[in-house]
């Protein structure tokens, strides 16, 4: 007998005995229930960035994904077949980086991130505290102000704290910062600060004093505007009244009311993994709440922070370590949540006040001196100039640990398992990071676990390759890096010398500058090796975590065309959807089960009312960032869009 029958032969056998088999399946098992998904532009994010055209998902999982032909092979008498339209198909994206109980706005004063002015704020001063604040003593939180934009002063009112004062005589007022960082009060609020003993001393020129009660907070505090920042803010205690302190009965019966709301944000706007940048017990619970609800269609990594801890400097390693892990073992059985990340802030902001008189300098740990800037505002056009030379402020900022302890906090918790995300805006605090890093690869080895740094406004060109040569992630928030001249000018004059007689936009947009190399470098450090994914930071800047507007505003130039400055530093269409999907996952140690569609993993997608490569292609990659989602899938079920 030839090879060829023998194949013949064996061949029909093959067929009859699948044959038998399938016969005597079909007549004891249910047909596999099955969802093809065909006519798509799929784009995959796999190893080889491929696309798809159709793909299959049972039980949760993707479990073909390819061509139409392919797919169609598989359906079942149980088969739901939905026709995609040709429409854009992504994995879900992922933010690495957001504070997810700021994302809907409670039922509080709120001024929704707006620019105002002075008159303004008055209005929504006396619009609230008949509603919030109706007895005098009552605390007034007044949440979203932004301290970087608006504020302008009017003929009525010079500062934020006159305009409160006046405003509020009979009420302690909070300001609180869509940064996270600042808040503004009036004299009431300021009276009531307590020293560590629990003794109300307020915070005034006495206890501010240098070998004054709140000595270490004078960096932090600015008494003609009412302004406080980070640590200096934990003086001033505000009840849960205010919510702000998110720790009782009161507190928690608000935020259980907006679960429905974060849910539905979440998903419309295609994101089905996260990284919440600073997670306390509170925060956890309505986690678990959202969970038990089944309003949690994401996968949350609750990174653990001790935010006062950081901001005192104080290490307690013993402490921390032995929270970090009580809490990541909690949840060691969830199948949505985990606790394997630690959030260390190693600095503050980098924006100052040019305008107040003496200045008010930015916080944020940096390599040189800070600048004081000599700034005036015509009150009737807004324009800004350059009145004198600034000179050396004497003041580098603040990175909140000694070397020697961030080197022993970092060590330890890699050694121990945990992912770190750290927050460094400043030259210096990065580096810092770095060599704490380097240290800890140095005595525990690479175990491979990826620790991310956040926010990296300002990166010494130096400490750009180090990132790159320790692989390590980095999350910005892309909607951040576009020149913006009235954000920039709280920040460069600060930075770069300023002279009497320069524009403004001279100085601060200097090619020859030190910014033009170290300000959010997003293309050099992915070209040096460091991993890109993507993190919103909301609430900051905007409660909604706007994917696709950071996703346009990272590579794209402005759309005035004198975007010169940061062009360089934008990326392309397709690092920019990586960093929103496999590195995102890959980021937080998911992604073996979720940020690519493959075969096998959890099937996590989105479908998109427009192509994105083709907007790039014509021209228009402004027009990315008024993308919308039409349906976003959660292992494998519908939870947002079409049914």
Not at 151 to 162: G, I
Not at 205 to 228: K, Q, R
Not at 306 to 333: M, T
Not at 411 to 440: K, Q, V, Y
Request: hydrophobic residues 40%; contains cysteine.
């Amino acid at each position: 007998m030839d090879s060829k029958q023998t194949r013949f032969r064996l061949s029909v056998a093959a067929l009859l005995v699948g044959g038998l088999l399938g016969c005597q399946q079909d007549s004891s098992e249910p047909p596999q229930e099955n969802t093809l998904y065909l006519n798509g532009k799929i784009h995959t994010q796999d190893g080889q960035r491929s696309q798809a055209e159709a793909m299959v998902v049972s039980d949760g999982k993707f479990t073909y994904v390819g061509s139409r032909e392919g797919a169609e092979a598989l359906k079942t008498s149980a088969t739901k077949v939905v026709d995609l339209n040709g429409k854009m198909v992504l994995p879900g994206l992922h933010d690495n980086h957001i504070h997810l109980l700021g994302t809907v706005a409670l039922d509080m004063c709120d001024l929704d991130g707006q620019s105002i002015d002075l008159d303004q704020l008055a209005a929504k001063v006396k619009e609230c505290l008949p509603r919030y604040a109706p007895k005098a003593g009552d605390w007034l939180v007044i949440n979203q102000w932004s301290p970087y934009d608006g504020n302008t002063p009017t003929p009525s009112y010079a500062t934020l704290l006159a305009t409160l004062d006046a405003m509020a005589p009979d009420n302690p007022v909070m300001l609180a910062g869509v940064d996270g960082h600042a808040g503004a009060y009036n004299s009431r609020a300021l009276a009531l600060a307590q020293d560590k003993d629990g003794n109300v001393v307020g915070l005034n020129t006495t206890t501010l004093a240098p070998g004054g009660v709140f000595a270490e907070f004078i960096p932090y505090v600015d008494l003609t505007s009412g302004v406080i920042r980070d640590a200096a803010r934990s003086a001033i205690p505000v009840p849960d009244s205010g919510v702000l302190s998110a720790s009782g009965d009161q507190a928690a019966a608000q935020y259980d009311k907006i679960l429905p709301a974060i849910s539905e944000l979440m998903a419309s706007r295609g994101i089905t993994g996260i990284q919440d940048a600073c997670s306390s017990d509170f925060i956890r619970q309505r986690l678990l709440n959202m969970e038990a609800q089944d309003l949690l269609h994401m996968r949350v990594t609750a990174a653990t922070c001790f935010s006062q801890d950081d901001y005192s400097g104080k290490l307690d390693l013993a402490g921390h370590l032995a929270k970090a892990k009580e809490v990541r073992e909690s949840f060691a059985e969830d199948p949505l949540i985990k606790a394997d990340a630690v959030k260390i802030f190693l600095d503050g902001v980098i924006e100052g006040d040019p305008f107040t008189d003496p200045v008010f300098l930015p916080n944020a740990g940096m390599l040189e001196n800070y600048h004081r800037p000599h700034l005036a505002m015509d009150p009737d056009s807004a324009e800004v100039t350059i009145t004198a030379d600034s000179e050396d402020a004497g003041s580098n900022g603040i990175v909140n640990y000694r070397d020697a302890d961030l080197k022993r906090y970092v060590g330890a918790l890699d050694e121990a398992g945990f992912s770190i995300h750290m927050h460094s805006i400043g030259d210096r605090s990065t580096r810092m990071a770095l060599d704490a890093l380097e240290a800890a690869r140095a005595s525990n080895g690479d175990h491979g676990i990826p620790h991310t740094l956040a926010h990296l406004q300002v990166v010494h060109p130096d400490d750009q390759k180090r990132l790159g040569d320790l692989g390590l992630y980095l999350t910005f928030t892309y909607a951040w890096t576009t020149p913006q001249l009235a954000y920039d000018m709280l920040v460069s004059p600060f930075i770069q010398p300023t002279k009497v007689g320069q524009s403004l936009s001279e100085a601060i947009y200097d090619p020859l500058g030190y910014l033009h190399e170290a300000l959010y470098p997003v293309e050099s450090t992915r070209k040096a090796g460091a991993v890109l994914v993507a993190g919103s930071d909301a609430p900051v800047d905007s409660r909604d975590p706007r994917p696709f507007e950071n996703m346009a505003a990272g590579i794209m130039k402005a759309a005035d065309g004198k975007d010169d400055y940061r062009a360089n530093q934008r990326i392309s269409l397709s690092e920019m959807l990586a960093a929103y999907t496999i590195n995102g996952a890959k980021a937080v140690r998911q992604g073996d089960i979720t940020g690519s569609i493959e075969v096998g993993k959890s099937a996590d997608f989105i479908v998109l009312d427009r192509d994105l490569f083709a907007l790039v292609n014509a021209g228009t990659p402004e027009q990315i960032a008024e993308t919308q989602v039409e349906r976003t899938v959660f292992q494998g079920e519908t939870v947002y869009g079409t049914q």
